[in-house]
């Protein structure tokens, strides 16, 4: 059982470099990722096959060490720590809800037990009405007494979930959680996953390669090439007729060092390349084509987007101190 949590993000990985070296080749997986996931926020990591997602979650799972960089779940070290404390990361900081549903529950047991396992492990106490308690936040109290054979592949993921999270882990993982489901069942199961956030509290972060996943989180931060490239933002806002309506937000992140990822839409619309030429006005940064000439509407060759307040075939990436999401910089 968890105590109070430790100051700091429940999750904050910097410069994450990941190099794999097969028969004599070099892959680099994760080439300096940074990624601050605050205590108690839902994110989603979404990226391309090959982009190092699956890469993270085994380093954050405890499965794996990155070549290089910093990572730190809750309080632990995930560089420098030994086997004993590897052990207490996994039984006590971390849940885990992989991608096959096989993976999750152990097949000889009910929903009810299986939930019970890390009950058993903690030594807490009023083990079966806590595990039918999670099972009933998962809308899943109707199969306690069935084997996941008999259950379907969504409701054994929601039992997954409740078994992870059994444990009072400080963090739940989750690595494509729908990767195995149809459309209907996995809007269902990434439902659940945002209940049990609201519900217990629990930091999440889920890793797919599902787009459709920002619509179920705070944030979504997208992994181009090992590297954190831009990040959507959530919020819902009540408007003057009472309604509360849902706005999205998309930001590039900004690490350190001050480099940045362009959006490739971005980068294929304005037909950027190579070279990019800068401009710095007094409250924001001016991005144009090389051949853009200061001062000229029109750069060679380029319509420009509608709708846009910056001279067309350039994008502006505005710092205001109150535009929308902006206060925390986008770039976590
Ligand atoms: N154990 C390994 N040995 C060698 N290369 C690896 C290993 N694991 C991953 N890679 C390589 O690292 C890169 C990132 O892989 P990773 O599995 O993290 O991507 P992913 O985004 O999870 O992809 P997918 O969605 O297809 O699972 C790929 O080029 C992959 O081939």
């Known amino acids: 059982m968890t105590t109070t949590a430790p100051p700091g993000p429940a999750i904050l990985c910097e410069d994450l470099v990941r190099v794999f070296v097969t028969e004599g080749v070099e892959v680099q997986a994760l080439q300096g990722l940074n990624l601050r996931v605050d205590t108690g926020e839902l994110v989603a990591v979404v990226g391309a096959s090959g982009s190092g997602k699956s890469t993270l979650l085994t380093i954050l799972s405890g499965l794996d060490r990155p070549t290089a960089g910093t990572a730190v779940v809750s309080g632990t070290n995930l560089v420098t720590m030994g086997g004993a404390e590897r052990r207490r990361y996994q039984r006590d900081v971390v849940g885990f809800v992989w991608q096959q549903t096989s993976r999750n529950l152990l097949p000889y047991l009910t929903a009810a037990e299986n939930v019970a396992v890390p009950l058993v492990?903690?030594?807490?106490?009023?083990?079966?009405?806590?595990?039918?308690?999670?099972?009933?936040?998962?809308?899943?109290?109707?199969?306690?007494?069935?084997?996941?054979?008999?259950?379907?592949?969504?409701?054994?993921?929601?039992?997954?979930?409740?078994?992870?999270?059994?444990?009072?882990?400080?963090?739940?993982?989750?690595?494509?959680?729908?990767?195995?489901?149809?459309?209907?069942?996995?809007?269902?199961?990434?439902?659940?996953?945002?209940h049990v956030n609201a519900t217990l509290g629990v930091t999440t972060l889920i890793v797919t390669h599902d787009p459709t996943v920002s619509e179920h989180v705070h944030r979504t931060v997208q992994i181009r090439d090992g590297r954190t490239s831009t990040e959507v933002l959530r919020r819902t806002e009540r408007g003057e007729d009472g309604v509360e309506r849902l706005h999205a937000e998309e930001f590039a992140v900004l690490d350190k060092v001050g480099r940045l990822q362009l959006p490739r839409e971005v980068v294929e619309r304005l037909d950027l390349r190579d070279r990019v030429r800068l401009g710095l006005e007094t409250d924001h940064v001016r991005v144009s084509r090389h051949d853009h000439v200061p001062g000229t509407d029109d750069p060679p060759g380029t319509d420009g987007p509608p709708g846009t307040d910056g001279p067309p075939g350039t994008d502006e990436a505005r710092g205001t101190d109150d535009s929308p999401g902006t206060d925390d910089g986008g770039a976590r």
């Open 121 to 194: 492990v903690s030594g807490a106490r009023g083990r079966a009405a806590r595990a039918l308690e999670l099972l009933d936040v998962m809308g899943v109290a109707d199969c306690r007494d069935r084997l996941p054979a008999q259950m379907s592949g969504g409701q054994q993921q929601r039992v997954a979930i409740a078994t992870a999270v059994a444990g009072s882990p400080r963090v739940l993982l989750a690595d494509e959680p729908t990767g195995e489901l149809d459309e209907s069942t996995s809007q269902d199961v990434l439902e659940a996953m945002r």
